[in-house]
């Protein structure tokens, strides 16, 4: 069974970190590129950042950029975000995704999506 599950959300003060991850069964991340979206209350899913499978170049948004990582170990088949320095505009659920064809964060490029983790910077 294909699915991507994400992991590492919860409740952080405004200046801290966390860790998402996105662990990937039932097929092999080497040869996706991974996606990191997000939906912040009201609004509509944006693209945070990806990585491509093929020279493992990034992408993020301006919103995320200097501030969150994202990287991939495809030895444990996952896929990462580090998040510092978070805002409360940060709040929101993230998606990671997954697209053999994707290059960057046009999200109808991405073939699986997981479920999705909630993420609340607020003090």
């Known amino acids: 069974q294909v699915q991507l599950v994400e992991s590492g959300g919860g409740l952080v003060q405004p200046g801290g970190s966390l860790r998402l991850s996105c662990r990937a069964s039932g097929f092999t991340l080497d040869y996706y590129a991974i996606g990191w979206f997000r939906q912040a209350p009201g609004k509509e899913r944006e693209g945070v950042s990806c990585i491509r499978s093929s020279d493992g170049s990034t992408d993020y948004s301006d919103s995320v950029k200097g501030r969150f990582t994202i990287s991939r170990d495809n030895d444990k088949n996952t896929a990462y975000l580090q998040m510092n320095s978070l805002k409360p505009e940060d709040t929101g659920i993230y998606y990671c995704?997954?697209?053999?064809?994707?290059?960057?964060?046009?999200?109808?490029?991405?073939?699986?999506w997981g479920q999705g983790i909630q993420v609340t910077v607020s003090s």
């Open positions: 995704a997954a697209g053999v064809w994707a290059y960057g964060l046009v999200e109808i490029d991405y073939d699986y």
